[in-house]
DNA sequence: CTACACCCTGTAGCAACTACAGGGTCAAGA
DNA sequence: TCTTGACCCTGTAGTTGCTACAGGGTGTAG
């Protein structure tokens, strides 16, 4: 399959299925007479793996070293489940974060009360103290 | 003031001084004989300004924006609360996106069975379906 | 007088793409 | 047969918000 089919089927741009290439992640397929990529079933899958991990959110760097562990196939599930709990608990440290964010801003537009910016309590809280 | 002194006054670091002045953020300050960029309070007042929005999570943009909404004290307030409601929304629609993520991985981590990546259920989800 | 901390400019790097520019290829319709 | 349009190629530069050099100059304390 061409480079736009195999693009599509996985809901990946054109662009980014050559920058995977670049960056090793995707190995680089045989080319056509016209050096066209000539992609086969193991890039669907490969590819799939990889937009299925992005979509989980793991960086490109997780997704390189999970690609590692599932080509060994007889090592221990537990740097594959090391690596996703300390995904998780990076999540849940954003989540975290922009919790208290969403608290401390939503306290400052409250205090609007739509006067003129002279008074605007929202510019006013960001002046110097 | 010298650039350091500015710097740790607003907990900046000197480089991203320099930086938000090359963007246009922070006016180009007077410079001293030997070309040290000398500041004042005016100065400190707009890079804590800065910080502080920063900090609340808006965009560069968004601060060049409230900076500028700033300056014209006559203004109404509208504008100001817009700019800081459509972040609040913005904030809103990433917490609500990790807080799915999370839910999705720990299910994902939750089938972990903890034995060799050939049945390994985290791997076997990434996998083509 | 000599360390050492500070200052200067300018450029390159980070993540993870995205968007060109400037070309080549191929199949279908007039 | 020609040409239009959709696809493909490489390579480079842009995005956000800094951060980290490299390779210099300056100022002060001992």
Do not use: W
């Not at 089919?5 to 995707?26: F, P």
């Not at 709990?85 to 999540?91: P, S, Y």
């Not at 989540?95 to 309590?121: F, M, N, P, Q």
């Amino acid at each position: 399959m061409k480079i736009g089919e195999l693009a599509s089927a996985t809901a990946t741009k054109v662009e980014t299925v050559r920058y995977y290439e670049k960056i090793g992640l995707l190995p680089p397929p045989a080319r056509t007479f016209a050096n066209y990529r000539a992609y086969g079933t193991d890039h669907l899958a490969r590819l799939s793996f990889i937009r299925r991990a992005r979509d989980l959110g793991f960086t490109l760097e997780a997704v390189r070293e999970l690609l590692t562990l599932s080509d060994d196939k007889s090592q221990s599930c537990e740097a594959v489940d090391g690596i996703a709990q300390t995904h998780l608990a990076e999540i849940d440290r954003k989540i975290g974060d922009l919790t208290a964010l969403r608290l401390e801003l939503s306290r400052v537009i409250g205090s609007c009360s739509h006067g003129t910016v002279a008074d605007c309590k929202i510019i006013e809280t960001m002046g110097p103290r």
